[in-house]
């Protein structure tokens, strides 16, 4: 085994390695006896108590962007770019209708707007895709042909969604656990 050097010998003094520490308590003892001039990295063990062998204990999770128009890609970006720092795999479904459609679907709303505002809003979003289609990569970036009423629309998204989620996940496995930590609370120190 390597000798310790003075600085690690002093570290180990100052936590005990198996204490349960919050998270909190953890990164106030890592602060204390901190005495680098550069970020220094810290290793954590963390016990889900999952088996990983088991489907059913799978650590997975889900959340949906909010659902619009498509006119605003600044907003979805920062939305997307904050769930990526999560640690969480975003997917876009884009409905695509023809202009024509839209106008007929607007005159059938009880709300309708003028067909000016229609054809301004469907050029924009339409100008919009191929922004879409960049940020969320041609994996995850999903146009779904709306146009046509009787179709089954549903059917086909489902069966993109189905084949997104049953594959393995390529997020950061750093980012995901550093937010289970923050979900449970519970970090052990170690050596």
Same mark, same amino acid.
């Given at each position: 085994?390597?000798?310790?050097?003075?600085?690690?010998?002093? *570290?180990?003094?100052?936590?005990?390695?198996?204490?349960?520490?919050?998270?909190?308590?953890?990164?106030?003892?890592?602060?204390?006896? *901190?005495?680098?001039?550069?970020?220094?990295?810290?290793?954590?063990?963390?016990?889900?108590?999952?088996?990983?062998?088991?489907?059913?204990?799978?650590?997975?999770?889900?959340?949906?962007?909010?659902?619009? /128009?498509?006119?605003?890609?600044?907003?979805?970006?920062?939305?997307?770019?904050?769930?990526?720092?999560?640690?969480?795999?975003?997917?876009? %479904?884009?409905?695509?209708?023809?202009?024509?459609?839209?106008?007929?679907?607007?005159?059938?709303?009880?709300? /309708?707007?003028?067909?000016? *505002?229609?054809?301004?809003?469907?050029?924009?979003?339409?100008?919009?895709?191929?922004?879409?289609?960049?940020?969320?990569?041609?994996?995850?970036?999903? %146009?779904?042909?709306?146009?046509?009423?009787?179709?089954?629309?549903?059917?086909?998204?489902?069966?993109?969604?189905?084949?997104?989620?049953?594959?393995?996940?390529?997020?950061?496995?750093?980012?995901? %656990?550093?937010?289970?930590?923050?979900?449970?609370?519970?970090?052990?120190? /170690? /050596?």
């Amino acid at each position: 085994m390597a000798k310790l050097t003075k600085n690690r010998k002093e *570290s180990l003094t100052k936590f005990e390695t198996e204490k349960m520490y919050s998270l909190k308590e953890a990164s106030d003892v890592v602060k204390n006896f *901190s005495k680098l001039k550069f970020d220094s990295s810290i290793d954590l063990a963390v016990n889900l108590g999952v088996d990983p062998k088991k489907a059913d204990q799978n650590v997975r999770g889900i959340v949906s962007l909010p659902n619009g /128009t498509g006119k605003d890609v600044a907003k979805i970006t920062r939305q997307k770019n904050a769930l990526d720092q999560l640690g969480y795999q975003c997917a876009m %479904i884009f409905a695509n209708t023809s202009l024509e459609v839209a106008q007929i679907r607007n005159k059938e709303r009880a709300r /309708t707007l003028p067909e000016k *505002s229609v054809e301004q809003m469907w050029n924009g979003v339409q100008r919009n895709i191929g922004a879409f289609q960049q940020l969320f990569g041609s994996k995850h970036f999903i %146009i779904v042909d709306n146009n046509d009423a009787g179709e089954d629309v549903f059917n086909k998204v489902y069966k993109r969604i189905r084949g997104l989620v049953t594959k393995k996940p390529t997020a950061h496995l750093k980012i995901m %656990i550093k937010n289970l930590l923050h979900l449970t609370g519970l970090i052990r120190a /170690t /050596t």
